[in-house]
Each structure stands twice: as C-alpha cells, then as structure tokens.
C-alpha cells in the first residue's frame, strides 16, 4: 500500500516560526491546481504496480482551495492511480477557512479526515505566532467540525515563550473537551530565517528552555495517555483506530509519491524532492519536464532514516529487520551503540525490537544520532 502528497504552496499570511515553502500571493492558485493535476498524470508510472491508500493534502495551506480546486486534484488521482475502496484522504486547513458553508461542502467531498492548524486557543499565542486564525475562529471551527467530521485532529504547539505548564493545560483540556480523536503536537522550534529567529536574535522573544519543553511533553503525554490516547509517535497522539494511516506508512517507510512544489518522494530506494519555487515548478509541468532532484539512498542512509524514524514511535526499531536489510554488521552496531541508553531506562528491548521507554521517547532524536552510522556506504 502506498500514499499520494500533495503540498499545497499558498498561505493567507506567513507564521512567523515557519520555514516550510509557500507563498502569500495567490495569483497564481489556477494555474498551480493545474500543474498539480499534470504532475499526477506525468507519474503515473512511478506507481503502475502500487495501491494508493491514502491521499494527503499539506502545505502550506490546503483549505484556501475551493472544495471544487480539491475535487479536480482528486479526480485527476482517481483517473491515473489505483486506489483502495476507502482509502483516508486528508485535509489539512485552518481554523480561518472553515465557515460552516465550507465544512458542509468538504464533508460532502471524498475528504474524510480533517487535520486542522490551531496551535493555540490562546490570543497572545495566536498574535506572537502571526497565526491567520484568532481564539474564537479556533473553536467555532472545531464545534463545526465536530458536527460533520468523525475523523479529525488538531496541532498544538508547545514549547512557546512565556507559556507557563497551567496555561499548556488548559490549551489540552480545550482539546480534549472537543472530543478529539487525534492531536499532532509539536515543540516550537526556532528556525533560521524565520522572524521568529530575528525576533530572538534581538532579544525580544526568549524561547522555551529544553527542560521547559520536556516539561511540557511530559505534562501532554500524561495528560493524552489518561484520556486514553496512544502516543505513537513523539509528536503524535491517537485513540485507538484513529492513528493516522499517512504518517504510519511514511515511518515504516512505505511508498509515496509528493505532488507540487517542494513535496517529497520515496520510491523505497531513491529519494526525490520537487523544486521550491511556485513559478518554476508550473513551468517546468507545463513543459512536460518534472522539477525534481533525486539522490539514491545508499545502505547507510536507509539504516540511519530507520532509526530516526522507527525510535520516535511506538514500533521501534526491529534488530531481525536491520540484520535482513541492512547485514548483521548493522545489527551489531546498533546493539553496541544502544546499551548505554538500555543501562539509562532510555531504551529497551522487547522481542528482538529497541524501543524508547515513556522517558526515553522526548529523547528519541538525540539517541537516534548516537545509533547513526557514519562511516559505512
Ligand atoms: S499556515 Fe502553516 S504553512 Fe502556512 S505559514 Fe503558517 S505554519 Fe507555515
């Protein structure tokens, strides 16, 4: 099974920590729908002998498109791609974006999952991040979803300045009080280039210290476990049956293909990425010619991506599986490079398979750079 992205590149205004690709002007939204629906049929072939089981809309901002933009996108995936019968299609959008009108509308599309950016239900949050959405559109937006969508999950970022741990609290009670079935949360970080950068680099904002965003994840992760969430990745919490069918496939590197400007590709051997300039890429469609960059992914690289990706979750890192892919030498390394983490209650064993423990999981990056391998190819 495998999964189509397709990164939407406009954003009514930038964030100021973001640093992911988009543009505010929407000129050229017409010509953009478009590019992406040829994109997908220039592709085809990459996935002849693949089932697409789930569709992705991310960004950037998926809902400035109109339900009909998104039904056009969908068409040209249903028309050159072979899908399973129900497969998950999400929709990331903003609080801002979702009158009723259009909640109606997308629920009446083939979206059947909604994946919406409100970070906060505070105001200053709102104004410091530049947020588009202000507190009262983040909550009637999920008091409206709720109504018409099953399947649906928030982002709430942590880590902020100034957010102390009962203020944090309450942004989950919020949540919770919704009835949510999954949340995406995220520690703040601050990006080079971002204003968020500039506004540190002048002393005007203080980011949180790593004790205070542990102190948050702690706080989240005890909070989500109790209400009977499972955290299954380090940034992502779901009740059972609503764990997110794209990222899971993406961290048990499963296929994709990502459609538009900037969005990734895994094929399971190469890795490939699209150019990151709206105008370029439209051209580059136009012409029949695919804007990508692709590098193939050697033993090493695959080992490494696995060990990122597989601590930070809730399946870990099978030792049986590096020793079939990778060679024994793989196996032995990881083991040798883990013990110090087992004796530290960071990691542990369970059947053949290095996992992080409840402490261990905020740490999982860290601990993945230590199991890394550098000088392998
Ligand atoms: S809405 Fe999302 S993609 Fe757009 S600027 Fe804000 S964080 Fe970035």
């Known amino acids: 099974m495998s999964g189509i992205y397709i990164h939407i590149p406009f954003c009514k205004q930038a964030c100021h920590y973001c640093d992911f690709h988009f543009s505010t002007s ?3 939204k017409d010509a953009m729908v478009n ?15 693949e089932t697409v089981a789930t569709i992705y809309f991310g960004g950037g901002t998926p809902s400035v498109l109109q339900t009909n933009e998104i039904e056009l996108i969908l068409n040209s995936v249903r028309t050159n791609y072979t899908i399973i019968d129900n497969p998950e299609i999400t929709l990331e959008a903003n609080p801002d974006d979702l009158s ?18 409100i970070q906060s239900f505070f105001e200053e949050d709102l104004k410091l991040m530049n947020r588009a959405h202000n507190a009262a559109e983040a909550e009637k937006s999920l008091q409206l979803a709720r109504q018409h969508f099953d399947n649906i999950s928030i982002d709430l970022i942590y ?31 601050v990006e080079p280039k971002t204003a968020l950068a500039k506004f540190v680099e002048k002393g005007l904002v203080s980011p949180a210290s790593d004790e205070e965003a542990q102190e948050h994840f702690k706080l989240l992760n005890e ?41 990734h590709s895994f094929d399971g051997v190469r890795r490939g990425w699209n150019i990151n300039n709206n105008s370029k890429y439209i051209k580059s469609i136009e012409k029949d010619i695919l804007p990508m960059e692709v590098e193939v992914l050697s033993a090493t690289d695959k080992y490494n991506e ?28 990881a083991l040798l490079q883990a013990d110090k983490f ?18 261990g999981m905020f740490l999982a990056d860290g601990i993945a750079a230590d199991l890394f391998m550098v000088n392998l190819r």
């Open 26 to 28: 929407m000129g050229k």
């Open 342 to 359: 087992i004796e530290e209650h960071l990691l542990y064993l369970d059947d053949e398979t290095l996992k992080t423990t409840k402490k």
């Open 306 to 333: 696995y060990i990122m990706t597989g601590l930070r979750t809730i399946w870990g890192v099978s030792l049986n599986r590096i020793a079939t892919e990778f060679g024994p030498k793989f196996k032995e390394y």
């Open 35 to 49: 590019a992406i629906c040829k994109e997908l049929e220039l592709r085809k072939s990459e996935f002849e002998d």
């Open 223 to 263: 909070t989500l476990l109790d209400a009977g969430f499972d955290c299954y990745e380090i940034s992502n919490f779901g009740k059972p049956g609503y764990y997110s069918k794209n990222n899971s496939a993406y961290w048990q590197q499963k296929k994709y293909i990502g459609i538009g400007p900037s969005a």
């Open 100 to 117: 009723e009108e259009k909640i109606v509308q997308l629920a009446a599309s083939s979206i059947n999952r909604l994946s919406i950016g």
């Open 159 to 189: 880590g902020m300045p100034n957010m102390s741990l009962v203020r944090w609290k309450e942004n989950i009670d919020k949540a919770l009080g919704y009835g949510i079935p999954h949340i995406s949360s995220y520690a703040l970080t």
